[in-house]
């Protein structure tokens, strides 16, 4: 029986016209996965750039498709790397309006839940692993304070107790954005592909995560 794997991206937001995390994830459950490194099933969906209605959104993707494992992905303008995040924290500040109009500032994601959640897949070694592919990659500690940082939580918060493993990763600007925006580094979406694929491979491999030191800071 193939895992279940459900990778999740965002619509547009900030006037960008596209977001290269909903690129990925489209690109990564259309394309061909070979059977013989990888038994995975993977889903798909977008998320709103919205707090609050994005959660609403994982909770109908979570419920549709019963994964074993979740990778949120996010855009980060000014990143150079596939950063795979540590930790969640339980608060919203908005540094710009969602495409709702919202803009929380210290609010509790929930108001009654931890101040943090770690992420339960192994990110060292699938650092490891994208690096073995020649791709940028590294650990971040921080994923902000945003929408994505808000659906990292509630990710978290959902899959606790549920056996389900968990995460988040912020990805960089695609080469047709950084255009727009001058100094801002980028990734191709093959290299982003390779990239998560090899990020996937190892976290069905590793059980437990590798022992490495350090991780890139933001």
């Known amino acids: 029986m193939k895992t279940k794997i459900l990778l999740t991206g965002f619509e547009p937001f900030g006037g960008e016209p596209i977001n290269p995390s909903w690129e990925l994830a489209q690109a990564l459950a259309t394309s061909h996965w070979s059977e013989e490194y990888f038994t995975a099933a993977v889903h798909a969906?977008?998320?709103?750039?919205?707090?609050?209605?994005?959660?609403?959104?994982?909770?109908?993707?979570?419920?549709?498709?019963?994964?074993?494992m979740v990778l949120a992905i996010g855009q980060a303008a000014g990143r150079s790397e596939l950063s795979l995040e540590r930790v969640a924290i339980n608060v919203d500040d908005a540094r710009i309006p969602d495409n709702a109009g919202q803009s929380p500032v210290d609010e509790p994601i929930l108001t009654a839940g931890p101040a943090?959640?770690?992420?339960?897949?192994?990110?060292?070694?699938?650092?490891?692993?994208?690096?073995?592919?020649g791709i940028p990659a590294g650990i971040s500690q921080t994923a902000g304070t945003y929408v994505c940082n808000h659906v990292f939580y509630g990710l978290q918060h959902r899959c606790v107790a549920s056996g389900v493993r968990s995460g988040f990763m912020h990805i960089p600007l695609l080469p047709e954005q950084a255009v727009r925006l001058p100094g801002k580094p980028s990734m191709p979406l093959a290299l982003m592909v390779q990239g998560t694929r090899a990020a996937l491979r190892a976290a069905l491999a590793h059980t437990h995560d590798i022992k490495a030191v350090g991780g890139a800071e933001d």
């Open 45 to 68: 969906v977008q998320l709103p750039c919205v707090f609050g209605r994005s959660l609403q959104m994982l909770d109908l993707a979570l419920a549709q498709f019963k994964p074993d």
């Open 116 to 133: 943090a959640y770690f992420t339960t897949l192994p990110i060292k070694a699938m650092a490891a692993a994208v690096q073995a592919e």
